[in-house]
């Protein structure tokens, strides 16, 4: 795979990587287990390069020595890792915790200085995109309350670093839905250019996963996020103008690039077709035995670019 300004070449084919083409990048939550037992950041940030990819998505709290007041000397190594290897920053994921205490939830005061906080720090890394992760108060993942206030707030200085805010679209809340209803409405009431939707590929799940992860009992797991919700590609069509960044969840492939879970032929199809050139940020969420995580990712990247030269005729 060789990587440039003019051409990407993957497998068999070649796309070109001017304005109308997919971008690739990936979450550092995919490599969960084995960052910083056996991958250093830099490390890491090598693995991405080496798929081609461009993108690296980070979580502030899980991924930043020393959050959220990192050293001048860990800025300067982020900043020297993304240009040794050609990344760029892309989506800054923060965690809002409206249950950040026992006897009461946070206020809107409160929200609004960590979102805040978080913004400056994602401008200080580079990033181009924000998801605020908001505590919910229902099983279908409706946010607190507080969140449309604590984001009104900070839409101002949002713009003035040129960061959209996008809260993520997860299972189990489908597209069709209130919650995704009322950030439209948002955006149509403040005309902003800097509030829109980040969908997690895990809402259009046709099949069950039996991945397992630590610290979720099985009743959580099967009601939750394992639960496909099958969301139709129209609900994506629907929705697109307002999406500005798409995080490829899935949970396993196989060696012959197939995923039995995630639909990608029609995902990538739909993306291509209506115009979508922003990021895939791939997203594992598999089973975190050692390694499994870098040989997932890579089986991704590689099923992705074969369905995307496939959708523009390459």
Known sequence: MTRGHDT?????????????TLKYGVSLYSYTGDMYTLLTLDDAMAEIADLG?????IL????????????????????TGLERHGLTATNYGSWIDSRMWQHRDLT?????????????LASTLGFTTLRPKIGVISMDLKPHPIWEAVIERVLDRAAELDIVICPE???????????????LAFIERTGTDH????????????????????????????????????VPMADLVAVLPYVAFVQAKFFDITEDLTDPHIPW??????????????????????????????????????????????ARGH
């Open 60 to 79: 502030g709290e899980g991924n930043i020595s020393d959050y959220p007041t990192p050293s001048t000397r860990w800025i300067d190594d982020w900043h």
């Open 265 to 310: 032929q029609e995902i990538v199809t739909t993306l291509v077709e209506h115009g979508y050139t922003g990021y895939l940020s791939s997203e594992y969420e598999g089973d975190r035995i050692p390694y499994r995580s870098l040989e997932q990712v890579r089986r991704q990247h590689a099923l992705l670019r074969k369905l995307e030269r496939e």
């Open 195 to 230: 509030f829109r939707l980040l969908i997690d590929t895990g809402v259009f799940q046709r099949a069950a996963t039996d991945a397992h992860h630590a610290g979720l009992d099985e009743e959580a797991q099967e009601a939750g996020w394992r639960r496909p919700l099958a």
């Open 108 to 120: 809107v005061d409160e929200g609004v200085t960590i979102l805040r906080r978080d913004l400056e």
């Open 53 to 57: 990819a461009s993108g690296i998505e």
């Open 169 to 183: 679209i997860h299972a189990p809340t489908p597209i069709k839905h209130e919650v995704v209803d009322d950030y």
């Open 8 to 20: 990407l070449t993957s497998g068999s084919g070649t796309l070109d990587s001017g304005h109308d």
